[in-house]
């Protein structure tokens, strides 16, 4: 059972224009929620977070949304740079008990922007 | 270089082989991961120690052996692998801060 999904496996988006990165959960203990970028031969790094309690975030060129309700949170990326051609992993954390630390993540969603 | 050091980058094994992966960090961080990304899967997670206190993923196959000596170190000991446990093996690790998860460069592994 998959509790977290990225269903789009690519994304292509021209220079300048926004990225919209989707990810869907279906835990509703998760209540923290984060993305990493994934260079090839390189591990995951850390983009940006959000917790349960906001609907939004953002950090210079990157806002992540959360809707509760739906499961769903996306990554917009706006204006999106060639150097932003990564692969975005979708992770989430629920608080507390045997769970403490643990992500868990999604497929993962390789965006490519042509310049 | 993120802090956390996998050795080694790749890893060529036989189906009759025995292996370990390398897994160090000095950041200070008292929690320690394997991951395994698999082509077109999700990171899955495979063990993790956190305060000495090991979390095992009970799917994972016994053939999968972690040893954590200290909170620095954490190796992932391998036998008897199959193809299909061809992946990208992922270490982490973190200070408890969900946010200050750092991943390292991973280890390539491929069995034959």
């Given at each position: 059972?998959?509790q977290?999904?990225?269903?789009?496996?690519?994304?292509?988006v021209?220079?300048?224009?926004?990225?919209?990165?989707n990810?869907?959960?279906?835990n509703?203990?998760f209540?923290y929620?984060?993305w990493?970028?994934?260079?090839?031969?390189e591990?995951?790094t850390?983009?940006?977070s959000?917790?349960?309690?906001?609907?939004?975030?953002?950090d210079?060129?990157f806002?992540v949304?959360?809707?509760?309700?739906?499961?769903?949170?996306?990554?917009?990326?706006?204006?999106?740079?060639?150097?932003?051609?990564?692969?975005?992993?979708?992770?989430a954390s629920?608080a507390?008990g045997?769970?403490?630390?643990?992500?868990?993540?999604g497929?993962?969603?390789?965006?490519?922007?042509?310049p | 270089?993120?802090?956390?050091?996998q050795t080694?980058?790749?890893?060529?094994?036989?189906?009759?082989n025995?292996?370990?992966?390398k897994?160090?960090?000095?950041?200070g961080?008292?929690?320690m991961?394997?991951?395994?990304?698999?082509?077109?899967k999700?990171?899955?997670?495979?063990?993790?120690?956190?305060l000495?206190?090991?979390?095992e993923n009970?799917s994972?196959?016994?053939?999968?052996s972690p040893?954590?000596?200290?909170s620095s170190h954490?190796?992932?000991?391998?036998?008897?692998l199959q193809p299909?446990?061809s992946a990208?093996?992922?270490?982490?690790?973190s200070?408890g801060?969900?946010?200050?998860y750092?991943?390292?460069?991973g280890?390539?592994?491929t069995?034959?």
């Open positions: 059972d998959q977290v999904k990225q269903n789009s496996p690519s994304l292509s021209q220079e300048g224009r926004i990225s919209i990165l990810c869907d959960y279906t509703s203990m209540d929620f984060l990493y970028k994934k260079y090839p031969a591990g995951p850390f983009l940006i959000i917790s349960s309690i906001k609907d939004k975030n953002e210079g060129r806002t949304f959360l809707n509760k309700s739906a499961k769903h949170l996306s990554l917009h990326i706006v204006p999106s740079q060639p150097g932003d051609s990564a692969v975005y992993f979708c992770a629920a507390g045997t769970s403490y630390g643990k992500l868990t993540f497929q993962g969603t390789i965006l490519t922007v042509h | 270089e993120t802090g956390v050091t080694p980058r790749h890893l060529v094994m036989g189906m009759t025995k292996k370990s992966l897994c160090e960090q000095h950041l961080h008292n929690a991961y394997w991951y395994k990304q698999s082509a077109k999700p990171l899955e997670l495979m063990f993790v120690y956190s000495e206190e090991r979390v009970n994972v196959p016994s053939r999968f040893e954590c000596p200290n954490l190796f992932l000991h391998l036998h008897t299909e446990d990208l093996y992922l270490c982490a690790s200070p801060d969900r946010d200050g750092t991943f390292g460069s280890t390539r592994l069995v034959v």
